[in-house]
């Protein structure tokens, strides 16, 4: 079975500072993805991965960076918190980008809160 | 945008079939449709894909209309581990676009 495992399930950080959640999958897949999650607004993408060291915007890149030094693994990183990036965030990944059959398999997600 | 409309939320009483609608008018005839779903607290899963012809697995069958303008998700019996957030995507969209999804109550 695919796994994507996410640094932490719960995360309490104050405003201001660098936050750093880490994403590992053990499939070798090529692409990976950051989403975030609010009620009421469904999965948002953040930033995507294709290939190491290649990254592109997704819908809400604001705020927010990324980085894919191994394949296996995808940071996303909060450069200055603050408290409306507190959310649930969603990694995921898949083997095939750009096709109609893809599938994203997600981790369990972390639960951000910036105080 | 996601393409796709769902309800908001459908009910279900427990072992009895659910049937879980999608339009997606716009799907182009080559574009597959996805269904996930996201059980409280966990990241989505993917449950099944079709292009034209019916599909099953261990999860859930696909009904997909002939003018493939809309598609149906089955649960043949629904149980309270069911209960979840599910999502009909239009493959068209790469990454995966999540919409808002239906949140199907399972009642005991």
């Known amino acids: 079975d695919v796994k994507v495992t996410q640094s932490s399930r719960y995360l309490v950080k104050r405003t201001g500072e660098k936050v750093f959640l880490e994403c590992v999958q053990d499939m070798d897949h090529e692409n990976m993805f950051w989403y975030r999650q609010d009620p009421g607004l469904g999965l948002r993408l953040i930033y995507f991965?294709?290939?190491?060291?290649?990254?592109e915007k997704g819908d809400i890149p604001e705020g927010y960076s990324v980085s894919r030094e191994k394949k296996e693994r995808f940071s996303l990183i909060l450069e200055s918190a603050s408290t409306n990036q507190t959310s649930m965030y969603l990694c995921?990944?898949?083997?095939?980008?750009?096709?109609?059959?893809?599938?994203?398999?997600f981790g369990p997600g972390t639960r951000l809160t910036v105080l | 945008d996601a393409k796709t409309t769902q309800p908001n939320s459908m009910e279900s009483n427990e072992e009895e079939p659910v049937h879980l609608p999608c339009n997606h008018s716009?799907?182009?005839?080559?574009?597959?449709i996805h269904w996930y779903r996201q059980l409280p607290s966990q990241g989505p899963e993917y449950v099944i894909h079709?292009?034209?012809s019916n599909v099953n697995n261990r999860m859930a069958s696909l009904a997909i209309a002939e003018d493939r303008k809309s598609s149906t998700l089955i649960l043949h019996r629904a149980t309270l581990r069911d209960a979840a957030v599910y999502y009909c995507?239009?493959?068209?969209?790469?990454?995966?676009?999540f919409g808002k999804g239906t949140r199907l109550s399972v009642i005991a």
């Open positions: 079709g292009l034209t």
């Open positions: 991965s294709y290939d190491v060291k290649m990254k």
């Open positions: 716009t799907i182009s005839g080559t574009d597959y």
């Open positions: 995507i239009d493959g068209g969209n790469t990454p995966l676009v």
């Open positions: 995921a990944s898949s083997p095939t980008l750009f096709s109609s059959t893809d599938t994203q398999y």
